[in-house]
Nanobody
Framework: QVQLVESGGGLVQAGGSLRLSCAAS????????MGWYRQAPGKKRELVAV???????NYADSVKGRFTISRDNTNNTVALQMNSLKPEDTAVYYC?????????????????WGRGTLVTVSS
């Protein structure tokens, strides 16, 4: 089992910045990804950014150039620096850890989710 605790959400004006943090504890496999997803009202949960244990990153097109994901493997934390925020970034942001059973090229594994933190961007 993996437990995730998020922090850093809040209310910010358009153009502002926020930093989300997530601390993971428990059984984290050597092959894993840590990431952030978000869900806006009435919409499906979507990927925001993900980072592998080796440091490779992937971002949603909508946040490229504005958001930066980083991780600290020693402390099992992942952060999302969000700059130039827009009202359409308003959502509940969820921290995710995926433990891969075999390799990063084999999707079989298990996902763990935090409880979510609300980000509200006012226009």
């Amino acid at each position: 089992q993996v437990q995730l605790v998020e922090s850093g959400g809040g209310l910010v004006q358009a153009g502002g910045s926020l930093r989300l943090s997530c601390a993971a504890s428990g059984s984290i496999f050597s092959i894993n990804t840590m990431g952030w997803y978000r869900q806006a009202p009435g919409k499906k949960r979507e990927l925001v950014a993900v980072i592998t244990s080796g440091g490779s990153t992937n971002y949603a097109d909508s946040v490229k150039g504005r958001f930066t994901i980083s991780r600290d493997n020693t402390n099992n934390t992942v952060a999302l620096q969000m700059n130039s925020l827009k009202p359409e970034d308003t959502a509940v942001y969820y921290c995710n850890v995926k433990n891969y059973y075999y390799s990063a090229y084999d999707p079989r594994g298990v996902d763990y989710w935090g409880r979510g933190t609300l980000v509200t961007v006012s226009s």
